[in-house]
């Protein structure tokens, strides 16, 4: 069975950091393009950031540019976010997601697979 499971999800105050994993389990993704989106309530999901199989590419959206960081560890089938410098806007649902694919996309529809989320808070 193919899993993906974040972690590392929890409050912090704005201004604070936090780091996210998804570890990865059923099969590898070490070809995969690996990517983390985001949901608040009353909101649609919306991309996050990607990175493909080598971490020779990434994406960013820009709300997110200059303070995240993704980054994956093929031999551990693990992905990770870092955040920084988090603001109440940053408040969500953080999921991760695989795509079956060379090229990285921005849209939910594109990626194969999904964990199960994790939430992040962030106080003012």
């Known amino acids: 069975q193919v899993q993906l499971v974040e972690s590392g999800g929890g409050l912090v105050q704005a201004g604070g950091s936090l780091r996210l994993s998804c570890a990865a389990s059923?099969?590898?993704?070490?070809?995969?393009?690996m990517g983390w989106f985001r949901q608040a309530p009353g909101k649609e999901r919306e991309f996050v950031t990607a990175?493909?199989?080598?971490?020779?590419?990434?994406d960013y959206a820009d709300p997110v540019k200059g303070r995240f960081t993704i980054s994956r560890d093929n031999a551990k089938n693990t992905v990770y976010l870092q955040m920084n410098s988090l603001n109440p806007d940053d408040t969500a649902v953080y999921y991760c997601?695989?795509?079956?694919?060379?090229?990285?996309?921005?849209?939910?529809?594109?990626?194969?697979?999904w964990g199960q989320g994790t939430q992040v808070t962030v106080s003012s």
């Open positions: 059923g099969r590898t993704f070490s070809r995969s393009v």
């Open positions: 997601a695989a795509r079956d694919a060379v090229l990285i996309r921005t849209r939910p529809t594109d990626y194969d697979y």
């Open positions: 990175i493909t199989w080598n971490g020779g590419n990434t």
